[in-house]
């Protein structure tokens, strides 16, 4: 069973079980949803669509053959095994961020997963 750390606002509240956030059933009729949730890196699996969040060409690049993100404010670097090797069925790029505090320390971003778009 993977865990995650739920985030609220600026704190992380405890670890809980890996589950999709489509709480509305929103993404549920998709046509893209099974791809979204077999999903997978080399640091397991991303989760589906409703968990991911969508960047904007400028919330991203490429640079010295690793990728970067900007999220919350700051670039963080992606982990190689974070990126997913698949083709991009959804076109757009993707991320999958993991909020943490280690031991009440500052609030820090692990990348679980990452998709680049087309960059246009």
Same mark, same amino acid.
């Given at each position: 069973?993977?865990?995650?750390?739920?985030?609220?606002?600026?704190?992380?509240?405890?670890?809980?079980?890996?589950?999709?956030?489509?709480?509305?059933?929103?993404?549920?009729?998709?046509?893209?949803?099974?791809?979204?949730?077999?999903?997978?890196?080399?640091?397991?699996?991303?989760?589906?669509? +409703?968990?991911?969040?969508?960047?904007?060409? *400028?919330?991203?690049?490429?640079? #010295? &053959?690793?990728? !970067?993100?900007? %999220?919350?404010?700051?670039?963080?670097?992606?982990?190689?095994?974070?990126?997913?090797?698949?083709?991009?069925? +959804?076109?757009?790029?993707?991320?999958?961020? *993991?909020?943490?505090?280690?031991? #009440? &320390?500052?609030? !820090?971003?692990? %990348?679980?997963?990452?998709?680049?778009?087309?960059?246009?």
């Amino acid at each position: 069973m993977t865990f995650v750390a739920v985030f609220l606002g600026a704190r992380v509240l405890g670890l809980d079980p890996a589950v999709g956030r489509d709480l509305d059933g929103r993404f549920a009729n998709s046509p893209l949803h099974g791809w979204f949730e077999g999903l997978r890196s080399g640091r397991g699996p991303c989760c589906s669509d +409703a968990d991911g969040r969508a960047l904007s060409d *400028v919330d991203w690049e490429s640079k #010295g &053959g690793h990728y !970067r993100v900007y %999220i919350d404010g700051e670039w963080w670097d992606v982990p190689d095994e974070a990126v997913i090797k698949e083709p991009n069925r +959804a076109g757009r790029t993707m991320v999958w961020p *993991v909020y943490y505090s280690p031991q #009440g &320390g500052p609030l !820090r971003i692990e %990348i679980r997963c990452f998709m680049p778009g087309s960059m246009t």
